[in-house]
């Protein structure tokens, strides 16, 4: 095991998204023997000292071997050493086999390690990859951290010596798919809980998991034929740290930690509950929108259009990057499954956000599903995440990808700028020849639904295998109202969430029962298929 090269940095501003974005991920090797202080190599500057700055994220590891890996996963053969933003390229000390809290002879310092490395988004400038967040924890290969226990010099070609062993013995890419995988066993959260060196965000991350399964909360039954808990109770501040303009009425948010740690991962095709200070005299609103980014980034992405309602209207016109909101733990039962069956993933509009989620986690699967992707909207200027959703189709070499506009504009030509002109009907999806065993998703209005179930069937495809997301008003109740908040909705008691309905209200002495507060918001309730968890 030895040191291959030392890279250092300094922060510049680079354009992502339109936006302006100051980052130090570009690193660069340099020769001679180099200076360690207490919180980073001399020479090198961290941009974002929340998220990889401090004690205990002094220098970034990342190894050859990787870099041999990715070369030939990406055809990427230019990939130069510090390109991952890494301080010291080694040989050795691969992700499987370092285990935190392990300690090294370096040179003259001694160094500890405590934790895997922060999946950022930068990563994705550096490599010219958005999902690379993503790849480098679906791969086992994220890279870790070190904390400086001993200041002194270290030069390229040093040797590595291993000077004592972390307790418990976990390796940094199990403590990574602890936290970004969607299975938490109680005991290894306790063990890596046990681990005195890992840094204070993950202990937090793991802590709050494991609180939440002590609790014995746990998410909706149906969640891909498994119970998962919920990350954390009730909401939590999250800060945004990004807005994007993704068409003409919808922009997308970027939360993170506001102390710089790690967001536990979701499923593909989850929702966040959103706590809105937009109600009547100061009370809060919530409205659950669909996570769009992809799954192990450590950070979420939500989208929102523009609809004139208080709640699109307060985070289209009254927050900026900086703002904190109130956020639920991902939640839903509407996610994409482990098979390996084709996919179909319909949505129309604003519906196409949890799908985007799931072509997130498709692209970096390890088995390649074959993937259809049938998007409908109404014409370019409202066609969301289009370059975004371009760049993963054309990285997944089973894939097929159809764009409907209902009134397109007289300069865009169909089959140049779109594929098809008009709206979704029976014999479209005839013509498409989807395949009678694969998995269709659909989400959109309750219309677009119900219609499309119906052809799908005629089609062929079998009606267990849809599953579906509604947006927009829930399908009227038996009466023939569409849910909505009640006309007296003057409580003062807690926040109840109907999370199907996507409705909210503070509760009321006026009902006696919660069936009636249901009634009162015309909302058809199923009590067979009820679970606590769909009332929150």
Request: with cysteine; proline share 5%.
């Given at each position: 095991?030895?040191?291959?090269?030392?890279?250092?940095?300094?922060?510049r501003k680079v354009q992502i998204n339109g936006q302006e974005v100051e980052?130090?991920?570009?690193?660069?090797?340099?020769?001679?023997?180099?200076?360690?202080?207490?919180?980073?190599?001399?020479?090198?500057?961290?941009?974002?000292?929340?998220?990889?700055?401090?004690?205990?994220?002094?220098?970034?590891?990342?190894?050859?071997?990787?870099?041999?890996?990715?070369?030939?996963?990406?055809?990427?053969?230019?990939?130069?050493?510090?390109?991952?933003?890494?301080?010291?390229?080694?040989?050795?000390?691969?992700?499987?086999?370092?285990?935190?809290?392990?300690?090294?002879?370096?040179?003259?310092?001694?160094?500890?390690?405590?934790?895997?490395?922060?999946?950022?988004?930068?990563?994705?400038?550096?490599?010219?990859?958005?999902?690379?967040?993503?790849?480098?924890?679906?791969?086992?290969?994220?890279?870790?951290?070190?904390?400086?226990?001993?200041?002194?010099?270290?030069?390229?070609?040093?040797?590595?010596?291993?000077?004592?062993?972390?307790?418990?013995?976990?390796?940094?890419?199990?403590?990574?798919?602890?936290?970004?995988?969607?299975?938490?066993?109680?005991?290894?959260?306790?063990?890596?809980?046990?681990?005195?060196?890992?840094?204070?965000?993950?202990?937090?991350?793991?802590?709050?998991?494991?609180?939440?399964?002590?609790?014995?909360?746990?998410?909706?039954?149906?969640?891909?034929?498994?119970?998962?808990?919920?990350?954390?109770?009730?909401?939590?501040?999250?800060?945004?740290?990004?807005?994007?303009?993704?068409?003409?009425?919808?922009?997308?948010?970027?939360?993170?930690?506001?102390?710089?740690?790690?967001?536990?991962?979701?499923?593909?095709?989850?929702?966040?509950?959103?706590?809105?200070?937009?109600?009547?005299?100061?009370?809060?609103?919530?409205?659950?929108?669909?996570?769009?980014?992809?799954?192990?980034?450590?950070?979420?992405?939500?989208?929102?259009?523009?609809?004139?309602?208080?709640?699109?209207?307060?985070?289209?016109?009254?927050?900026?990057?900086?703002?904190?909101?109130?956020?639920?733990?991902?939640?839903?039962?509407?996610?994409?499954?482990?098979?390996?069956?084709?996919?179909?993933?319909?949505?129309?509009?604003?519906?196409?956000?949890?799908m985007l989620g799931m072509l997130h986690a498709l692209s970096i699967a390890?088995?390649?599903?074959?993937?259809?992707?049938?998007?409908?909207?109404?014409?370019?200027?409202?066609?969301?995440?289009?370059?975004?959703?371009?760049?993963?189709?054309?990285?997944?070499?089973?894939?097929?990808?159809?764009?409907?506009?209902?009134?397109?504009?007289?300069?865009?030509?169909?089959?140049?700028?779109?594929?098809?002109?008009?709206?979704?009907?029976?014999?479209?999806?005839?013509?498409?020849?989807?395949?009678?065993?694969?998995?269709?998703?659909?989400?959109?209005?309750?219309?677009?639904?119900?219609?499309?179930?119906?052809?799908?069937?005629?089609?062929?495809?079998?009606?267990?295998?849809?599953?579906?997301?509604?947006?927009?008003?829930?399908?009227?109740?038996?009466?023939?109202?569409?849910?909505?908040?009640?006309?007296?909705?003057?409580?003062?008691?807690?926040?109840?969430?109907?999370?199907?309905?996507?409705?909210?209200?503070?509760?009321?002495?006026?009902?006696?029962?919660?069936?009636?507060?249901?009634?009162?918001?015309?909302?058809?309730?199923?009590?067979?298929?009820?679970?606590?968890?769909?009332?929150?």
């Amino acid at each position: 095991m030895k040191v291959v090269s030392v890279n250092i940095g300094v922060p510049r501003k680079v354009q992502i998204n339109g936006q302006e974005v100051e980052t130090a991920i570009f690193k660069s090797p340099v020769e001679g023997r180099i200076k360690v202080g207490k919180l980073n190599v001399e020479g090198d500057v961290q941009a974002d000292k929340a998220a990889h700055g401090g004690e205990h994220r002094a220098l970034m590891i990342y190894q050859k071997e990787s870099y041999e890996y990715w070369r030939r996963e990406l055809n990427r053969q230019e990939l130069a050493y510090g390109q991952f933003g890494e301080n010291l390229t080694v040989t050795g000390l691969a992700d499987e086999e370092v285990c935190i809290g392990d300690r090294y002879r370096i040179g003259t310092c001694l160094f500890e390690v405590t934790q895997p490395r922060v999946t950022c988004f930068k990563v994705g400038i550096s490599i010219g990859v958005p999902e690379m967040p993503a790849l480098l924890v679906a791969r086992r290969r994220p890279g870790f951290y070190f904390r400086v226990l001993e200041e002194g010099e270290l030069t390229a070609g040093d040797e590595i010596i291993k000077i004592a062993a972390g307790p418990e013995g976990m390796s940094v890419a199990d403590v990574d798919g602890l936290l970004y995988s969607a299975d938490h066993p109680l005991e290894k959260l306790l063990k890596a809980l046990n681990i005195p060196a890992l840094s204070g965000g993950w202990q937090s991350s793991f802590r709050e998991l494991a609180d939440a399964l002590k609790s014995g909360l746990k998410g909706n039954a149906g969640l891909a034929g498994r119970t998962l808990p919920l990350a954390w109770n009730g909401f939590r501040s999250l800060k945004i740290t990004q807005i994007v303009k993704e068409s003409t009425d919808v922009l997308s948010f970027r939360l993170e930690d506001i102390n710089g740690g790690h967001l536990p991962a979701f499923k593909a095709g989850q929702h966040l509950a959103v706590k809105i200070p937009a109600g009547a005299n100061g009370t809060p609103i919530i409205r659950m929108y669909s996570l769009c980014g992809p799954v192990n980034t450590g950070y979420y992405r939500i989208a929102v259009k523009l609809e004139g309602g208080p709640g699109s209207t307060y985070l289209h016109r009254e927050i900026s990057a900086g703002s904190e909101l109130q956020v639920s733990a991902p939640r839903g039962n509407f996610i994409l499954s482990d098979s390996e069956s084709p996919v179909v993933l319909l949505s129309a509009g604003v519906g196409i956000t949890p799908m985007l989620g799931m072509l997130h986690a498709l692209s970096i699967a390890e088995v390649q599903r074959k993937v259809y992707w049938i998007h409908s909207a109404q014409d370019s200027d409202h066609h969301s995440f289009t370059a975004e959703v371009k760049s993963l189709i054309n990285k997944m070499h089973t894939s097929r990808s159809v764009s409907i506009y209902s009134r397109p504009m007289a300069a865009y030509l169909e089959g140049r700028n779109y594929d098809i002109k008009g709206r979704l009907t029976t014999d479209i999806i005839k013509q498409l020849e989807l395949p009678a065993g694969g998995e269709c998703y659909i989400c959109g209005p309750a219309g677009y639904i119900r219609d499309l179930t119906d052809w799908l069937v005629q089609n062929g495809i079998v009606r267990e295998q849809i599953f579906t997301e509604l947006f927009g008003d829930e399908q009227p109740a038996p009466g023939g109202k569409a849910p909505h908040a009640p006309v007296n909705d003057s409580g003062t008691g807690p926040i109840i969430t109907f999370s199907k309905s996507k409705i909210s209200m503070k509760w009321s002495e006026q009902y006696h029962s919660l069936l009636e507060a249901v009634e009162a918001c015309d909302s058809a309730l199923n009590v067979t298929k009820y679970h606590s968890q769909d009332c929150k």
